[in-house]
């Protein structure tokens, strides 16, 4: 029979194996959802009086993360707590309990609230997120629902779902909690919510289970309509994604003209407003908006630029990067003419081609040799290149405006007899540019003809003037090529007509042409 080991021997082993258990099992903070277990702590065991004047000043503050927590500490403190988190005069404690559970994503709270009938489609007040919770002021007034959808509660607001939260409350609108709403105290659904805060996962959500309700309780809630809003989030949120997911959906797409409430504009006009100008997204929503059908054309009777186009706001301000991808996307060269033509209307080339008489008068002139010293404070390269831009997009030469003036009238009235010759050749060089690059269709025969009547009448003019010299194209070109930058030419060089002081030298005293 085996000898056994001294007591003191047993006792060393003992404690050798309860270290050894520690290191292998390291001690873990026990879960607030954990079930309650019987503490033995002096505070569980504090009369029921103290515990009321805890509960009393934890529920004025607020303090609901503390009260499920005291709540999970013991079974005897268990249903104390509880009772004071979730019941009481006029069943407001558990809507409270409920509200946290929404705001903090905690589920099991939000269930405790509803075994006690918790109503989750009531509308209460919320805690402001920035401001300091013991001074009790509130604002915002919702449903649970979209306090988690403002909150980006995710996984309470499936939860909401899947217990059958109402969308559409009647008469229950979000007021104050979003952001764009909270001055004004404007009322705003549940979709207005997801798409102004940034949570794409919550407008996807809502736009997949339930579509109509979500759609319908928008368009008669909300202020501006959920495209605008869905624009606005794609610009903010850095993703296109926002508007696609909005423009999947067939009714939301078919307002894409349409404006709502008290924003007048159109989701074509919110994404061109100068906000958002130079943003890098601004040619793909651009591109999906166009694609999902938005106009270019005239902005619709109501709206806030009712008469114009998007393409002349765009020139009006000087954004001629986004009008040369408005081309591309298929908009109108030619400005869209209305009919009847207002007394204002202009088409793109009457913007930038003004009629001699105009620019002389707002030229000084010093700078009057150049057909147009500058446009909007644009470089005339960059100006002739954009006026390129439209001629090869379509755009006409022979559109009028109200008075019956077309783009190539203004042109050529730079070719007047009148003028000095330094002006005369710059306008010929200019109609030259806009023959050579405009289409078939952009201009008539006739006035073709009519163009190179005045061209050859200028050429006949200044050989008369100057019988000794020959006017050739490169003559032409050689005369002002600073001014256009035209690229160089692989024919013999000939020297250039020389005019004004340019003409003459100085010989002993006297002035002598060149």
Not at 16 to 35: D, F, G, H, L, Y
Not at 85 to 106: E, F
Not at 422 to 447: C, H, I, M, P, T
Request: proline fraction near 6%; include cysteine; charge should be positive.
């Amino acid at each position: 029979m085996a000898r056994m080991p001294p007591k003191k021997t047993r006792v060393k082993k003992a404690q050798a194996k309860r270290k050894v258990a520690k290191k292998i099992q390291p001690e873990t903070m026990p879960s607030t959802n954990a079930p309650p277990a019987d503490g033995s702590s002096p505070f569980t065991k504090l009369p029921l009086e103290i515990h009321m004047v805890i509960g009393d000043t934890l529920k004025a503050d607020k303090q609901l993360g503390a009260l499920a927590k005291l709540a999970r500490a013991s079974r005897r403190l268990c249903s104390f707590y509880e009772q004071q988190l979730y019941k009481g005069r006029g069943n407001t404690n558990n809507i409270v309990a409920l509200m946290w559970g929404a705001r903090h994503d905690s589920v099991t709270v939000m269930q405790s609230a509803q075994h006690w009938v918790a109503n989750l489609d009531v509308r209460a007040y919320h805690l402001d997120r920035v401001r300091s919770k013991r001074t009790h002021e509130e604002y915002g007034m919702g449903a649970a629902l979209q306090l988690a959808t403002r909150d980006r509660k995710n996984e309470s607001m499936c939860w909401l779902l899947g217990k059958h939260a109402r969308v559409d409350i009647p008469g229950k609108p979000a007021q104050g909690m979003c952001p764009c709403t909270i001055h004004s105290r404007s009322d705003a659904s549940s979709l207005h919510l997801a798409f102004c805060n940034g949570n794409l996962l919550a407008a996807t959500t809502l736009l997949r289970r339930v579509p109509a309700a979500s759609v319908r309780y928008s368009r008669e809630v909300d202020t501006r309509s959920i495209l605008n809003t869905a624009v606005k989030a794609a610009f903010t949120g850095y993703s296109v994604s926002f508007l696609d997911v909005a423009l999947a959906n067939p009714a939301i797409r078919k307002s894409i003209n349409s404006f709502q409430g008290v924003d007048h504009r159109t989701p074509i006009e919110v994404a061109l407003s100068p906000y958002y100008e130079g943003y890098d997204l601004l040619e793909p929503i651009l591109a999906a908006l166009v694609k999902a059908g938005a106009s270019l054309g005239p902005y619709p009777e109501g709206s806030d630029m009712e008469g114009h186009s998007p393409l002349q706001s765009l020139l009006n301000r000087g954004d001629r990067e986004t009008a040369t991808y408005l081309l591309r996307l298929g908009c109108d060269p030619n400005g869209d003419r209305p009919h009847p033509i207002p007394p204002e209307w202009q088409s793109p080339l009457h913007f930038y081609i003004s009629h001699e008489s105009h620019n002389r008068w707002h030229t000084p002139g010093w700078l009057q040799e150049n057909v147009v010293h500058t446009w909007r404070g644009h470089r005339r390269p960059s100006i002739r290149d954009f006026i390129v831009t439209f001629l090869e997009h379509g755009a006409s030469l022979d559109i009028t405006n109200f008075e019956g003036i077309t783009p190539l009238d203004n042109a050529t009235s730079y070719m007047a007899r009148y003028l000095a010759p330094g002006r005369r050749v710059s306008g010929f060089k200019f109609v030259k540019l806009l023959l050579a690059n405009v289409r078939d269709k952009g201009v008539s025969k006739e006035s073709r003809e009519r163009a190179e009547n005045v061209m050859a009448t200028l050429v006949q003019d200044l050989r008369a003037e100057h019988a000794t010299h020959d006017l050739s194209d490169v003559r032409v070109r050689s005369l002002s090529a600073a001014g256009w930058d035209y690229t160089d030419s692989d024919e013999e060089e000939i020297e250039p007509i020389r005019l004004g002081w340019h003409a003459w030298r100085r010989e002993g005293g006297r002035l002598r042409r060149k």
